[in-house]
């Protein structure tokens, strides 16, 4: 699952990346949470949150339907 997840992050690394930011896979629990660290510009932008549930979990689920849900740490 985790190669599937990678695959699907490389897909919105390009969004991120315009505005400075990148996206970090750093565990997948067995229960399906996801567990992400924001990079560069995002790790700090206001709207980070809104970006990782509406457009990093939105992907991400659509493409790995077994993920419960996305986390930043």
């Not at 690394?13 to 315009?18: D, G, K, V």
């Not at 790790?43 to 992907?59: A, D, F, V």
């Not at 419960?68 to 740490?73: G, H, I, W, Y």
Request: net charge positive; hydrophobic share 40%.
């Amino acid at each position: 699952m985790r190669e599937r997840i990678e695959k699907a992050l490389d897909k919105v690394r390009p969004m991120l990346a315009a505005d400075g930011g990148n996206v970090e896979l750093v565990e997948v629990t067995s229960d399906g949470i996801v567990k992400l660290k924001l990079k560069g510009s995002c790790s700090c932008c206001p709207m980070s949150s809104m970006t990782l549930k509406n457009g990093i979990e939105k992907i991400l689920k659509q493409e790995v339907p077994e993920i419960k849900e996305v986390v930043a740490l």
